[in-house]
């Protein structure tokens, strides 16, 4: 199955929060990463977190990291029409592989 | 900095002909990746260097698929002969092996092979 797991879609209304989850399977991951994929464009580096903090907070977003449970969660406050797109949560593995989940297609309704 | 420059940005070609993805990678990166997108697999690591050198190409699919890194600046990944299952986005990738592995990407080839 896959290494790192996420919900495919999320339907939320604008000025709302959004809330996507990830859990993943390597402990020994040292970063977690959150890309963002808009339609017909490359993967955008959204933000990131260090495996020894549990959380980071950077303007509209918060990422929350778990690692008990090898939980990881984007929240994006006041979620707005430019914030539809795909979010891919990704472990790294081996120093440079990067494992990414399925992607969770996030659209914003008015 | 421009950031991960790749071309074309669309390529559509007929089965059997050969296609050359180009990238450049982000000044300074130390390491170059190439992933593939579908729908149906997702995001695949084909091959990555790291200091111009193949590191690890075992996501290369078949013997159709070739990369080279000839410096620091440029990449090619080439199909040859091309079939409609390689139809996908490219993806290039860069960052500094390292000091922090964050990768950046390329905005990707949209390759359709008919």
């Known amino acids: 199955g896959e290494d790192v797991e996420q919900s495919l879609f999320l339907s939320v209304r604008e000025g709302d929060s959004s809330v996507i989850n990830c859990t993943y399977t390597d402990s020994s991951s040292t970063y977690l990463y959150w890309y963002k994929q808009e339609p017909g464009a490359g993967l955008q580096l959204l933000t990131y977190?260090?495996?020894?903090?549990d959380m980071k907070q950077d303007q509209r977003l918060t990422v929350l990291l778990n690692k008990k449970d090898k939980h990881l969660s984007l929240r994006i406050a006041d979620t707005q029409t430019g914030d539809s797109a795909i979010y891919f949560c990704?472990?790294?593995?081996?120093?440079?592989?990067?494992?990414f989940g399925a992607g969770t297609t996030v659209t914003v309704r008015a | 900095d421009a950031g991960v420059i790749q071309s074309p940005r669309h390529e559509v070609t007929e089965m059997g002909q050969e296609v050359t993805l180009r990238c450049k990678p982000i000044?300074?990166?130390?390491?170059l990746f190439w992933y593939r997108q579908t729908m149906m697999r997702g995001l695949e690591l084909l091959i990555y260097?790291?200091?111009?050198?193949?590191?690890?190409d075992s996501g290369m699919p078949e013997d159709r698929f070739s990369a080279k890194m000839p410096n620091a600046s440029f990449s090619t990944l080439k199909i040859q002969p091309s079939e409609p299952r390689d139809s996908a986005v490219y993806f290039c990738a860069s960052c500094i092996v390292g000091v922090r592995d964050t990768q950046y990407f390329g905005p990707g080839t949209r390759l359709t092979v008919l």
């Open positions: 000044s300074g990166h130390n390491s």
């Open positions: 990704a472990e790294s593995k081996e120093d440079y592989k990067l494992s």
């Open positions: 260097f790291n200091n111009n050198v193949p590191i690890d």
């Open positions: 977190i260090f495996s020894n903090m």
